[in-house]
């Protein structure tokens, strides 16, 4: 194993991450906030021990899937180590279980929060915790890829571990360019939501970190009532974004490089919205007794359906009160999730478009057992491995999120509570229903639990693999034969 | 550049990891999917599933914006088809890998009619350089600059012979040859000597100099340089069969082995100068009796790189011919360089070698200076490269000593009115000039960059 690069590229991590932490200096700056001091120091930190890892640029630049995987989940678990620091310093989060949740929450754009206010935080802490998301959605790797030049084609095994989709792939022939590119689409949406916000008469300092974490598909309010206490102008305009962040941004690169065909032809996206059109109408029909009129059930329903299927987790209402039908109708795009190749969490349409049409093929085998069949997505046939990759990562998911139930239920809440905390948190969510729900919180779990949350989330952003890598204890060994012999000779003894 | 190559065999693969190292924007088309998904791990690159003759797969691969397309498929006819389409199509530069003898005889009417930029030839390059080997067999390489004045040749040196402990200056100074050593191989590593580097027994020389110079070192230093007269081929496939062509042509009696009867029929009507024999080459008793001990050259050229390595083995152990043997597949060069085999050619790296040229000489023809030649030395290590200086600039005028290039470049040689200059401290480079750089420092787009920054 090439450890010499995994600490290279994690000493290039932790210095990107001391350069994005000069937001939340500058905004303490511009609100005299002492509590900034914090960010200051942790900065200097993250520098430093950045640079040290830096230092020694390795002789052998190669590394293979298993490296790429190993950086990603331990860039993710040191960038909210330190990310978490500065609020344990400043007095705003002093549990550091607590505070590494909230930024792991951050980061992976879940939203989950152990506050249960947040109007008292100090505004840089607020900014923060707002521009977590907006690096952890598009990911800090790619963020890498696009500025520093990295030798050698293996880079994509960098890029394939952080990006969600059950096949990545490159826009332009260049991994750098690519980046760029997609870093460049996020930040133009992000600014274009910005300034329809501040237009919209949102205050600024809000309008920059909703549109932050609506980019990222994060979901931390800066108010106590989320977005509950927006205009509906705003809550409009946030919904459209909502929606736009969780669209592929494959049809984004399509419409700049002027290829319209392909990108409104995209049957991911024309998935996406079907089910969003069918869960607003649903919905909307099934609470329309709760609002004053047809129009503002149906603008609620639109802005929480965009909040859970980009799984960003805003709330402009108390989605707990609802119907059942709208709860559990909630629930289920939970888990599905927006488009690959956006920013969102869940197990992506494309992947519920592959299980679908496999589970279709399997079925039509029992009548024609000779029959061929290939899976097509976008119109093409998918590879074999794909399609086996899609249906161990459903697999793989769903027994994290069972084992995580269990482990949550010993707290001895409700069942909708522990399986709907643990579902918001893969899913990168944020708010579940019952205790969790929108107006409740994640603080009151013990920590076994909120570890247990932790790794839930990062596993959720990372897509599982990264995760489970992490725990192999193969993956640490030099290299998988050896141990493998160690054994052998062992048997032999016996 | 936008470059297009279609098909990921040997040949894409060892295009795709030059090019993609160069800085080119590189998209790969290929129909087998799994072949796309390894080459776009391995190299920074986009791979474009599907058949690279269809207008709609060129189409997605971006023709329309591609500079140069590389047809590279092990069919001639889809090689043909993908550059015509892309000529149409995208108006790009189209470069078709043809091997098909019968192509080969009609190639100038094919690429004028198709409008391609290059036809490549892989077994008839392969078959040009071990021609060129051929001529002097005291050589492992031999490459060609200014129009065939000026040669670079590499070769190892034997355990006994005078070098041996003789810094560089002594060639000049002691021995009086004018010749210029700009690379010695000493085991893995690849050394840009100056004048007091001492040899060692086994280093790997390059040296440029003129024909006659260069006949009259080895001379000196006592290493045979005759052409040889006779030949012995194992293998009758296309390389051989251009190879013989030629060798008949310079006068070499020619003895082909080949397993196949037909074939062997096939070539003693092609080649009715050359005996042809209808046996397995890698049978010792065969060898033997075709005497394979009194052979000037024996030449491996079966369609396994192993029968082939063994076979010079055996020829080694046998006889004093000068051996060459094809490789294909060359991932494990640097231990086949430490076999002390001899020549080895690899038709994979010849035909990757000639488009890299000709991607260098296409990106810089709108700068001031001109490639005319590249050669990757060395295993691709270290590279030779023939600059065309068009007008002044920052190199000329000023004495060679005086310069400040960098460490790893050195200028072996001046060709100046058609007359050979090998570099010293005092002279300079001039305007319309022809100089040859040598460089293990690759990519050198530009004579200008071998000036060291700051």
Known sequence: MNVAAIIYILGYVLTIEAAFMLLPCITAIIYGEKQGIAFLIVMLITLAVGTLFRRKKPKKTGYYAREGFLIVALSWIAMSAFGCLPFVINGDIPNFIDALFETVSGFTT??????????????????????????????????????????????????????????????????????????????????????????????????????????????????????????????????????????????????????????????????????IICSVFIIGMNIMSHFPSGYEAFRTAAFQVGSIISTTGFSSADFNAWPWLSRSLLVAIMIVGACAGSTAGGIKVSRLIILLKGIKKEVYKIFHPRSVQCITLEGRPISEVVERTAFVFFGAYIMILLISFVVVAFNGYSSTTSLTAVIACISNIGPGLDLVGPMGNYGFFSVLTKSVLIFDMLAGRLEVFPMLLLIMPAAWRHSGDKGRRKGKIKDEFN | MNIIIVGCGKVGDALADNLSKEGHNLTVVDTKVENVENISLKYDILGVTGNGASYNVLMEAGVEDADLMIAVTDSDEVNLLCCLIAKK???????????????????????????????????????????????????????????????????????????????????????????????????????????????????????????????????????????????????????????????????????????????????????????????????????????????????????????????????????????????????????????????????????????????????????????????????????????????????????????????????????????????????????????????????????????AKN
């Open chain 1, 110 to 275: 879940t939203g989950a929060s152990i506050l249960s206010a947040v109007e008292p935080l100090a505004k840089c802490s607020l900014m923060w915790r707002s521009f977590t998301h907006w690096i952890g959605g598009m990911g800090v790797i790619v963020f890498l890829l696009a500025i520093i030049p990295l030798a050698g084609g293996q880079n994509i095994q960098l890029m394939r571990a952080e990006s969600p989709g059950p096949s990545v792939g490159k826009l332009v022939p260049k991994i750098k360019e690519t980046a760029m590119l997609l870093y460049k689409i996020y930040m133009v949406l992000t600014f274009v939501e910005m300034g329809l916000l501040i237009a919209c008469r949102m205050p600024v300092f809000d309008s920059i970190a909703i549109a932050f974490g609506t980019a990222g598909t994060g979901g931390f309010g800066v108010r106590n009532s989320s977005c509950g206490e927006y205009t509906p102008l705003q809550q409009n305009v946030i919904t459209v974004f909502l929606v736009l962040f969780g669209i592929n941004f494959n049809m984004y690169y399509f419409i700049i490089a002027k290829k319209f065909k392909q990108a409104f032809n995209m049957e991911e996206v024309k998935v996406y919205l079907l089910i």
């Open chain 2, 89 to 451: 199509r995208g108006n790009c530069k189209t470069i078709a890998r043809v091997r098909n003898p019968i192509y080969n005889q009609e190639i100038g009417f094919l690429k004028e009619e198709l409008g391609l930029a290059m036809v490549i030839n892989p077994e008839f390059t392969a078959a040009d350089e071990i021609a060129r080997i051929l001529r002097v067999p005291a050589a492992i390489e031999i490459d060609t600059f200014a129009r065939g004045k000026m040669e670079l040749l590499k070769f190892r040196l034997p355990e006994d012979n005078v070098l041996v402990g003789h810094p560089l200056m002594d060639i000049t100074g002691h021995f009086k040859c004018n010749v210029l050593v700009c690379v010695v191989e000493r085991g893995d590593e690849i050394i840009i000597p100056d004048g007091n580097f001492v040899l060692e027994a086994k280093d790997i020389i390059s040296f440029v100099g003129d024909k006659k110079s260069t006949a009259r070192f080895f001379k000196t230093i006592k290493i045979r340089t005759n052409q040889v007269r006779n030949a012995m081929i194992v293998g009758g496939g296309k390389t051989a069969y251009y190879l013989a062509q030629q060798l008949i042509y310079m006068g070499v009696r020619i003895k082909i082995i080949e397993k196949d009867r037909e074939r062997c029929e096939q070539l003693n009507e092609l080649l009715p100068e050359a005996l042809v024999i209808c046996a397995d080459g890698t049978d010792r008793e065969v060898l033997m009796e075709e005497g394979i001990e009194y052979t000037d050259a024996f030449i491996a050229l079966t369609n396994m790189d192993e029968e082939n390595i063994m076979l010079s083995f055996f020829a080694r152990n046998h006889s004093k011919a000068k051996l060459v043997t094809k490789i294909n597949k060359f991932d494990f060069g640097e231990v086949i360089n430490q076999l002390d085999l001899g020549s080895t050619v690899s038709p994979k790296h010849l035909t990757a070698r000639y488009i890299i040229k000709y991607v260098r000489g296409r990106q810089n023809s709108m700068g001031s200076n001109n490639i005319e030649a590249l050669y990757k030395i060395n295993d691709n290590k270290a590279e030779a490269v023939e600059f065309y200086i068009q007008n002044d600039s920052k190199v000329t005028g000023i004495p060679l000593m005086d310069m400040k290039t960098k460490s790893d470049v050195l200028i072996g040689g001046i060709s100046r009115d058609g007359k050979i200059i090998i570099p010293r401290g005092h002279d300079m480079l001039l305007k319309g000039d022809s100089v040859i750089v040598v460089t293990s420092d690759m990519g050198l787009g530009n004579i200008e960059d071998i000036i």
